[in-house]
């Protein structure tokens, strides 16, 4: 491993700053969502772009899309050398209700060793942790081990509506061999992680059509099918009694994890009946013989997003609808096929539709999961930096949910990605009293330092990853 | 069976009177829905009233309740004889949309032998086949052989929302031995026929909790049970393959229907694909093993009518919704009691309910089928009246949704009823055109004419119904 003694020495000794440079951004109201703080966005993205400047990147600037802009930035002294994208964002989430605040969302204040302010964890403290280990490399050597592009998004709270377009257009501006994204939260304090996987999501509204109108239910009640009825034993039939999904050939190219993977996932410190409690359900629920991370994490889904049909009112009316719909939503694991999935879902829903009515399936929106092995030389360089920093091997998780950027990084640039957050599940991210532990946030840019060397190094088992 | 030559008599000679008679009322646009005609209901009330003096009866007046009054008459000169209550209704459906009409509504025209305008047959039209068949008795005999009460309702077409309560503070008033309701079709023309059941009603609201917010179905997809998912593994096991209701109990009091009734059903001129197509449906669909007719008039129902629960609109929203909730309905037939049956079915759904998720199930609106015996007296009468009328003896047929006057008759009172209409099943009641073939008017004032004989007298299996 590289001698890192100076990289260490740095960042402990500017941990004032780094708090400085946070609080100082923190204290602009970037809120995407509201247009009321449209100046307030582009100020935050104005102040990032001068920062990025300060601290020596050799190109920073503040670049148009349809919506807020981006700040791009870059230091590409390394001929040669692999070339890193690092992407985060600058916009924060609306702060209401503000009654429920300790101390107000823009002015940060430390307490218990946690600074609280919107933006604080997700995801200025961890765009700031990168700019700190980037002036550490340049303060103490003079130049980085490898090339650095910076992609800070403003619209990552409002669900990246012009970031697809942006990153198609800018192909040559973004091209890299990896993409370092820290916006993930470890498992628990004490527990480093690695996201290595995000699940994919495929999706259908399936309409039952009945009678021409809505009949009277007691004039031909017992005559014709009822589009909800008729629904309900549709949905009923995804599944069997033990969770397991019944479409045939869905979990054709689901890989079972091996019994390392399955004993990691059980060595993580999950309680089952304080989740059930938190989200305040009697008891969690899922497939069969399966650990509920492995669940989220490991295994798809299908769940109904939303269903209608008949009478919503108060009191009753006396009808068999004319119509019924639902939503439907499968969450893909790695090597699920978004396409396949959708076919599969479809035939087996109209060959499973009673008689009496009219089936179709509309489908919508579609991506697969996205993995980066943990073999991966971007992973595994990921790994050693978290360690040294943090004192033990990161644990490697899922994300059972999807992120926009990794989608259009993946689907837009093919590109590796590493998951790489130091948040914690507790920061309050999207609620009131938003914080960032501040040991999370020094861990945090000791490893974005060490990152940078090991990922030029390489280790043991191979070069580091190829140039492009 | 009595001589009824000169009824026959009086009812053919005084065809053109009776449709003059009828000519008059319908000419007044007697919409309750509407209070934009409120002068006009109270102006038909009035009409009623008059005439019903101006034909003999010795009391008719216009009685208030808290919404459109009711017209009440009575002629009770046959003390020791049995007294049979006439209800029928004064009030319209609205006329939209009014394009559609071949001529206008509140206009009446004959054409093809059949008489155009709304409230033709519902109920005007077989209001005045009884004011007919009353005066035919009194010009050619100068008294009845019975007493009649006449109670025309005005707000029928807008759910009888004051009937129940004019009912009950009106007992003494009220009081008879059997009610004649005319207000039912026959099955087809050329198929006399009398309605001696009407299925009653129950209701439920299931509700199910699930997370005590949306969440997000990414991240926690797979661990948690989907409150959409278990109310339709509810809902689908409320059935079996076959149609048949799962849920233990349900059909313990169901009484099956005999050789001879199944073979009455069977031979009812009724064409399955005709009736799906009319309704748009590809098939018709029900409990197998028996004929549709038997299962809409025989057989209990159970039917979902609404159902919520999710996201509904544009698009998609990935969660894994709080809760969702359905309203559902049973059709019963005789014997069945409500008690009983909502009983059955909040413990079956509870007892069938994931443990995932909280399930509770309410109950409302509650009422029983109400049958009359096709071998109570008065339906003897009925029969024979009919039969002498149309030239054959009519076929008993159920009805399968209720009748709230039918009801309130039922459960105020506790009455027999006779539902002895002449409507055809394409008379066009509620929608533009509606029409009332002359041939059953003029049949219909017979019917009613014949029918006081008939219950006067009973027949040779016994005297006839029992006075107060």
Redesign the interface.
């Known amino acids: 491993m590289a001698n890192t003694d100076d990289l260490t020495r740095y960042c402990e000794e500017h941990r004032e700053d780094a708090l400085a440079e946070l609080d100082a951004w923190l204290r602009i109201p970037s809120i995407s969502a509201d247009s009321a703080y449209q100046a307030d966005v582009r100020r935050a993205a104005e102040h990032a772009a001068a920062r990025m400047r300060a601290i020596g990147m050799t190109r920073a600037e503040v670049l148009e899309t349809k919506g807020h802009p981006v700040v791009y930035g870059e230091w590409l002294g390394a001929p040669g050398k692999p070339t890193a994208l690092v992407y985060g964002h600058y916009d924060v989430q609306p702060v209401d209700p503000l009654e429920l605040w300790t101390s107000p969302p823009f002015d940060p204040q430390v307490r218990d060793g946690m600074l609280f302010a919107r933006g604080a964890v997700d995801d200025k403290g961890q765009v700031v942790m990168h700019w700190k280990a980037f002036e550490a490399h340049l303060k103490t050597r003079g130049a980085l081990p490898v090339n650095l592009k910076f992609l800070i998004e403003g619209e990552e709270e409002i669900g990246s509506p012009n970031f697809d377009d942006f990153v198609a257009r800018n192909r040559d501006l973004l091209a890299c061999d990896v993409v370092v994204i820290s916006d993930t939260p470890v498992f628990a304090e004490d527990v480093p992680s690695l996201t290595i996987a995000v ?1 994919g ?1 495929v ?1 259908w509204e399936i309409h039952v059509d ?4 809505d ?12 589009p ?2 008729a ?3 549709i ?5 069997d009694e033990t969770g397991h999904i019944a479409v045939p050939g869905f979990y054709d190219d689901v890989r079972e994890l091996t019994p390392h993977e399955r004993r990691e996932i059980s060595e993580l410190p999950y309680d089952e009946r304080a ?2 409690r938190r ?9 069969h013989g399966y650990h ?1 991370l492995e ?2 994490w490991w ?1 798809p ?1 299908l ?11 108060e ?7 004319a119509k ?1 719909g ?2 439907l ?1 499968a ?1 893909l694991v790695p090597n699920q096929d978004p396409a396949r999935v959708t076919r599969l879902i479809k035939e087996y829903i109209l060959a499973i539709a ?5 089936v179709h399936v509309d489908s ?2 579609s991506g697969p999961a996205i993995v980066t092995s943990r073999d991966h030389p971007a992973t595994r360089a990921a790994a050693r930096a978290m360690e040294k920093a943090f004192g033990k091997p990161p644990v490697t998780i899922g ?4 992120i926009g950027p990794v989608g259009t990084f993946d689907r837009v640039l093919h590109l590796p990605q590493v998951l790489i957050g130091v948040g914690l599940p507790d920061d309050q991210t999207h609620a009131p009293n938003e914080k960032f532990t501040l040991s999370q946030f020094y861990g945090g840019i000791k490893t974005m330092a060490y990152l940078w060397d090991e990922l030029a190094a390489g280790d043991a088992r191979g070069a580091g990853i190829p140039p492009v």
Chains 1, 2 share one sequence.
């Open positions: 699940r999501l999706g009945g009678p021409s109108g009949q009277h239910s007691g004039l031909f009640g017992g005559a014709i099918e009822n909800i009825m629904l309900a034993c949905l009923a039939k995804l599944k989740e059930a989200m305040g359900v009697p008891q969690l629920h899922g497939e509920p669940r989220m295994r889904t769940d109904c997003n939303g269903i209608w049909g008949g009478y919503q009112g009191g009753s009316k006396t009808i068999i609808p019924a639902c939503k939503t969450r009673p008689p009496g009515v009219r919508f929106e994300m059972g949910g999807s």
